[in-house]
């Protein structure tokens, strides 16, 4: 996100767009990154974002959980073109619209301070690592992004891992709420309980989510300095702005940076929900483990069960989460 600072100069020369587009912050808008009415305006922008684009792709989610954990019911579809369609039908049919939303609650939990976090953290750390244009550098974006994604996702991993095993269930009778799955991870394993069962593959997700958010901050980035080119400048930027990008120019920046970071990601992903989901069946297996499990069972293959799900569910995802961002922010008079 090039122009996630507080004060952007705006370019009157139209030549002037290939030099201006760098200018990230200013001495004024590193100093206003750290007051707290900046914080909780971030924050806000970041953590409604975050629930907009959750929201919109929720029953895809679902099913691509059950996909990912190869449930009973539902792996008979994972190998069909048109299986998403044909699972989304049974489950509403089955168990109700609702059904498809299921754990999304749980999700919102999550998603709104992890949202939250993640944008902050990612300003935050793009003010200490690249306090000047000098010092502008892609693996300097992508470590922004890892550290911000890693930070979010240490906070909130125990609402993750939650509405994974609500996502999974879909016993209807009597069905799990929020509270009771959050007390039945605590408990597993017998004795007085323990708050490690809440970070259940929390190591395969921080493997997962470094090259996940710091190609996606990355990736978006240096496709919003290229659209701000001269060339293609006069096709994608509002006028009379030299900055602002249009909306269709600005959602698809973020889709393609939600498909490029899926794609690197997504073979961990498959591994951290398998181990996520792993007490139901009473075991305990390791990363190396459980990515040789699912090799014995679909060979290469099995690591990317569900990635067209995960195609169509994260372009819209991405893209909508940086566009309400950039809009929030906006709105709290964040940038111009």
């Known amino acids: ?16 767009i290939a030099s201006n587009h760098l200018v990230y912050r200013t001495s004024k808008s590193n100093e206003d990154s750290r007051s707290l009415d900046f914080v909780l ?10 629930c907009a684009a959750k929201t919109i792709v929720a029953p895809l989610e679902r099913i691509r959980i059950l996909f990912q954990t190869s449930h009973s019911h539902f792996v008979q579809y994972t190998a069909r073109w048109n299986g998403l369609i044909k699972a989304a039908r049974e489950i509403r049919s089955l168990y109700g619209m609702p059904a498809l939303f299921k754990g999304h609650s749980a999700s919102l939990v999550r998603v709104f301070p992890y949202a939250g976090i ?15 244009t000098e010092k502008e550098a892609p693996w300097r974006r992508f470590l922004c992004g890892s550290m911000a994604g890693a930070t979010s996702t240490l906070v909130t991993y125990p609402l993750e891992l939650i509405r994974t095993r609500l996502a999974f269930e879909t016993v209807q009778k009597n069905p799990s709420s929020w509270l009771s799955i959050s007390r039945k991870i605590y408990f597993e394993g017998g004795g007085s309980g323990s708050l490690s069962n809440l970070y259940r593959g929390i190591a395969p997700t921080m493997l997962g989510i470094l090259p996940y958010a710091g190609m996606s901050f990355l990736t978006h980035d240096l496709l919003r300095d290229l659209l701000r080119t001269p060339t293609l ?23 393609v940076a939600g498909i490029v970071a899926q794609t690197i990601s997504y073979p961990i992903d498959i591994i951290r929900r ?23 069972e679909r060979g290469v293959r099995g690591f990317y069960v569900g990635l067209t799900i995960g195609y169509v569910k994260m372009a819209p995802m991405a ?13 709290l008079g964040l940038i111009k």
Not at 118 to 132: D, G, K, M, V
């Open 274 to 296: 398998r181990i996520q989901v792993r007490s139901v069946d009473h075991a305990k297996d390791g990363i190396l483990e459980t990515a040789r499990c699912i090799f014995l």
């Open 233 to 255: 400048a006069p096709y994608t930027l509002e006028s009379p702005s030299s900055t602002r990008l249009t909306a269709v120019a600005q959602l698809s920046c973020g889709a």
């Open 41 to 50: 305006r971030n924050g806000l922008a970041g953590g409604v974002a975050g």
């Open 118 to 132: 993640n944008f902050l953290a990612y300003e935050q750390f793009r003010a200490a690592i690249i306090p000047s």
């Open 1 to 16: 996100m090039r122009d996630t600072g507080i004060s952007v100069p705006i370019a009157t020369d139209p030549t002037k």
């Open 319 to 331: 893209a909508t989460s940086f566009y309400v961002y950039d809009r929030m922010k906006r709105f």
